[in-house]
């Protein structure tokens, strides 16, 4: 580094001040004078000088490079009457001057730090005004970098640094501005940020500063992946589930799909009658339903990364009042079998109470042949 800088620097910084201190005897005084505030310009932006107490019926508005308001340091010059401009030997070509006479750089450069004079004519009076401006650099954004990037929801935390040399440092998640609460804690000096209790809604991270001339500056995108769920397993089927009973006739087809929201995706199992079943996939077929298969299954669903898991099971049966098969060309409904059964038990035993009384009816009548005898 140049030993010399910071003496030019301290340098341009008393000019810069006696330029701002000559302005406020200016204004005090109701002179024209170079706004303090635009006296300050940032490397690769626009920079505009702008003019303060200055004449309405000006005949030209001419900025020069310099202490003087000569023709051979002149940038440029504004008639407002013929509302032309005219060019002098240090124009560089990122100049011009607005019809309110403020003198605008553009793409600003550190070569473009010094003395600029504007010079207002009236035609009865002419006025002039001195400033120095200084070209800074905008400051190198901040950095971050957080203790992991993959999380558990409401099980892990983050903490975050923010790398800068500011002090007015802000915070955002999930593209939010936030502060500290009962799930953050920003530190005292603004550079780091905890997250206690993480959320699925906690997917990015970034900090923010403000530069000079009040420019933000934001960190990389540090983005989370948060891991949660299964929230809920949802159950579709075909026949319908009604009060965790799936009605379904020998011989049709049944289709059963589970459904669940987790990050990362879930995975799926299915039991039957307790058994666990080969299927791993989210939806099972059964093309032509069998006496074997009715029962009782349940859908399983698991998160491998937050260790949670979540189930719905129903019941498949058949349909009440269903029609059993007595022969192929004969039917009669399950209520009529029942009916049938009972009327069958009760005729036979009257049939065998009529037996029973007739046999000791004709035992009682030979024993009383035997007697007379």
């Known amino acids: 580094m140049d030993p010399s800088r910071p003496r030019c620097r301290l340098w341009r910084k008393m000019v810069l001040l006696a330029s701002l201190l000559a302005c406020g005897i200016h204004q005090a005084f109701g002179q024209m004078f170079i706004s303090p505030d635009s006296l300050i310009g940032v490397k690769g932006f626009r920079t505009v000088l702008v003019l303060e107490n200055a004449t309405q019926d000006a005949q030209e508005y001419s900025w020069h490079r310099g202490a003087e308001d000569t023709v051979e340091n002149m940038i440029v010059s504004y008639k407002p009457p013929f509302n032309s401009w005219l060019s002098g030997p240090m124009f560089s070509g990122r100049e011009n001057v607005t019809r309110l006479g403020d003198l605008v750089i553009r793409r600003s450069a550190f070569s473009d730090t010094g003395n600029y004079t504007v010079r207002v004519d009236t035609g009865n009076e002419t006025q002039r005004a001195t400033g120095w401006l200084e070209i800074q650099e905008l400051e190198s954004k901040p950095e971050i970098w957080a203790n992991t990037s993959s999380v558990v929801e409401d099980v892990d935390s983050v903490a975050a640094i923010c790398y800068t040399n500011a002090t007015n440092i802000r915070w955002y998640v999930d593209y939010t501005l936030v502060s500290s609460n009962d799930r953050m804690t920003i530190s005292p000096d603004l550079q780091t940020l905890i997250i206690h209790r993480v959320t699925r809604r906690d997917r990015a991270l970034y900090c923010e500063i403000d530069t000079i001339m009040e420019i933000p500056r934001r960190s990389e995108i540090l983005s989370l992946t948060v891991?949660?769920?299964?929230?809920?397993?949802?159950?579709?089927?075909?026949?319908?589930?009604?009060?965790?009973?799936?009605?379904?006739?020998?011989?049709?087809?049944?289709?059963?799909?589970?459904?669940?929201?987790?990050?990362p995706s879930p995975k799926y199992h299915w039991s039957h009658n307790g058994s666990l079943l080969s299927f791993s996939d989210a939806s099972i077929t059964l093309p032509s339903l069998a006496w074997e298969q009715m029962g009782r299954y349940r859908c399983i669903v698991d998160n491998p990364v937050t260790q949670l898991t979540m189930y719905r099971e129903f019941q498949i049966q058949t349909p009440r009042n269903i029609p059993v098969v007595v022969n192929r060309g004969f039917y009669i409904s399950g209520a009529k079998v029942v009916w049938l059964i009972v009327m069958i038990v009760l005729g036979s035993l009257y049939i065998c109470g009529i037996l029973i009384y007739g046999l000791i009816s004709n035992l009682s009548i030979r024993r009383s042949q035997l007697n007379e005898c």
């Open 227 to 263: 891991a949660y769920g299964p929230d809920e397993v949802l159950l579709s089927t075909s026949p319908s589930i009604f009060k965790g009973v799936l009605s379904a006739k020998i011989g049709s087809q049944v289709d059963m799909a589970c459904t669940a929201f987790s990050v």
